[in-house]
């Protein structure tokens, strides 16, 4: 359906993609999602193979129930998958131009794009093309991610687009506020931007200690938000296949006790990332598989 796709196997409980009317316009303002696997790791810096993720996390979507037990609920929401993005390997900026061209035409059908990646940098991708896209405002958009990793340099072994410098790209694109969550590891060029701009940052110790309070916290966000994962913010016991591992991470519980907390807010788009897993039934897939059920679960 989309230009720059193509088919694979589908994420569990999505429906056909020849269902959808490529005019749809969402009359009730529920959030319908659009999954697009984006399996390029053209900047990682570690541990290769997040190109496999999306077709790793799909796999591992099929070991999950409908019903959610803790939440009483069975899932109801509406998901279409469009398969992967035709990437360009080692080609940043050609992978870049389709991945907005496609997540424009998904954003087009009143869809919230939710992108399986793939490499941090393809974030920045993303939040591009929904800068460009008339209907969305990213002044108005806050943006919350969970990361290991700052993710905040200028630039990273001379480059200006990779996964160590996405969120300052982002930055520079001037959302409404950005949070993260799960840090531990930085440069001190990093904290000093983020200290001077005044990000609300939070460490995995502060997840530890002060978790109830980060949740009272994300409940009061007012306006649209736009989630951004990585993988890495868990712990490497929990999530060893990713791009670059980091201990004295967060578990899979507070990860979703902070997710929870997120329901009733108006998601505009989703990516989970860095993903490096090759074999069926890692756990990485799993518990990233987990978040994304987690996230549609709050509709």
Do not use: W
């Amino acid at each position: 359906m989309l230009f720059y796709t193509e088919n694979v196997l589908k994420f569990a409980f999505s429906i056909e993609t020849s269902a959808i009317d490529t005019e749809l316009h969402n009359p009730d303002d529920k959030n319908i999602f659009g999954i697009l696997g984006v399996p390029f790791d053209g900047t990682t810096s570690y541990m290769p193979g997040a190109r496999f993720g999306p077709r790793s996390v799909r796999e591992a979507s099929y070991n999950f129930e409908r019903y959610n037990l803790f939440l009483d609920k069975t899932l109801n929401t509406e998901v279409y998958d469009f398969g992967d993005l035709e990437v360009v390997h080692g080609n940043f900026k050609k992978t870049c131009l389709n991945l907005k061209t496609t997540i424009s035409e998904i954003l087009d059908m009143g869809l919230v794009p939710l992108t399986i990646g793939g490499d941090h940098s393809i974030s920045y991708c993303i939040l591009k093309a929904m800068e460009e896209n008339d209907g969305l405002n990213l002044q108005n958009i806050t943006i919350i991610y969970f990361d290991a990793h700052m993710d905040l340099r200028n630039l990273y072994m001379g480059d200006k687009y990779s996964h160590a410098t996405v969120m300052h790209r982002i930055f520079d694109m001037d959302p409404k506020d950005m949070i993260q969550i799960g840090v531990r590891s930085s440069s001190e060029e990093e904290v000093t931007f983020a200290r001077e701009k005044n990000l609300s940052i939070y460490t995995s110790y502060d997840v530890d200690e002060k978790l109830e309070e980060i949740i009272t916290f994300l409940k009061n966000i007012k306006g649209p938000i736009y989630l951004s994962i990585d993988i890495d913010v868990l712990d490497p016991a929990y999530a060893p296949s990713v791009g670059t591992p980091s201990s004295c991470g967060l578990n899979p519980k507070q990860v979703e006790k902070l997710i929870y907390s997120l329901k009733g807010k108006k998601i505009v788009g989703f990516d989970i990332v860095e993903v490096s897993s090759t074999s069926i039934g890692d756990i990485t897939s799993l518990n990233a598989a987990k978040i994304i059920y987690d996230v549609l679960f709050l509709q």
